[in-house]
């Protein structure tokens, strides 16, 4: 990488260490957003939209990457991340809650609890914020449990975004798409 003698650090492509910057700060933050969306949307519904916004851009980003919104975007894994980190037991999450049939039916419950709220309360923007106020607290309080007991992202082993994405992922793509088992997509460098 060539140096620029002004600079103290070397030079690097432009915006990589602005996305980095970026994505660094969001890290720290994005924990304060989580408690905006649940506590604040538990008291002024229209925050619970926030919710519908973080899953609409993760379904984007999925289309551009997979799970590259689940890698360092998640505000609630970030939460679980940094704050549970010094008061979990690091257990390892069950390999059988884990495999993709039991995800595909904690996600289907969550899309019927979801709905199910939905048409109990979901009039109007103040109603449809109320119901992901909801569910997202539900979410973080699971997250939470889960990070004590087991690892600290043990949720996100199970989240329904995630199941989301992936179940996408293998809809949409082809399987020349995928990366060949033992071999990294960048070609291992």
């Given at each position: 990488m060539p140096h620029d003698p002004d600079l103290s650090v070397p030079s690097t492509p432009l915006g990589t260490s602005a996305r980095k910057a970026f994505l660094d700060v969001w890290r720290r933050?994005?924990?304060?957003?989580?408690?905006?969306?649940?506590?604040?949307?538990?008291?002024?519904?229209?925050?619970?939209?926030?919710?519908?916004?973080?899953?609409?851009v993760a379904?984007?980003?999925?289309?551009?990457?997979?799970?590259?919104?689940?890698?360092?975007?998640c505000p609630n894994g970030n939460l679980l991340a940094l704050g549970l980190r010094p008061f979990s037991r690091g257990k390892p999450f069950p390999r059988q809650m884990a495999s993709p049939e039991m995800r595909r039916m904690f996600c289907g419950f969550m899309m019927i609890c979801l709905f199910a709220f939905l048409a109990?309360?979901?009039?109007?923007?103040?109603?449809?914020?109320?119901v992901f106020s909801w569910i997202y607290l539900i979410a973080v309080g699971g997250g939470?449990?889960?990070?004590?007991?087991?690892?600290?992202r043990a949720w996100c082993t199970i989240c329904?975004?995630?199941?989301?994405?992936?179940?996408?992922?293998?809809i949409t793509s082809s399987p020349l798409d995928a990366p060949r088992r033992g071999k990294r997509e960048d070609g291992g460098r």
């Open positions: 933050l994005s924990p304060a957003l989580v408690l905006i969306l649940v506590v604040g949307g538990l008291f002024q519904p229209l925050l619970g939209l926030g919710v519908l916004a973080l899953m609409a379904l984007v980003l999925n289309a551009r990457k997979r799970r590259s919104f689940c890698a360092g975007i109990r309360g979901g009039q109007g923007a103040a109603g449809l914020g109320q939470l449990a889960l990070g004590l007991y087991y690892k600290p329904p975004m995630g199941t989301l994405q992936d179940s996408i992922s293998m």
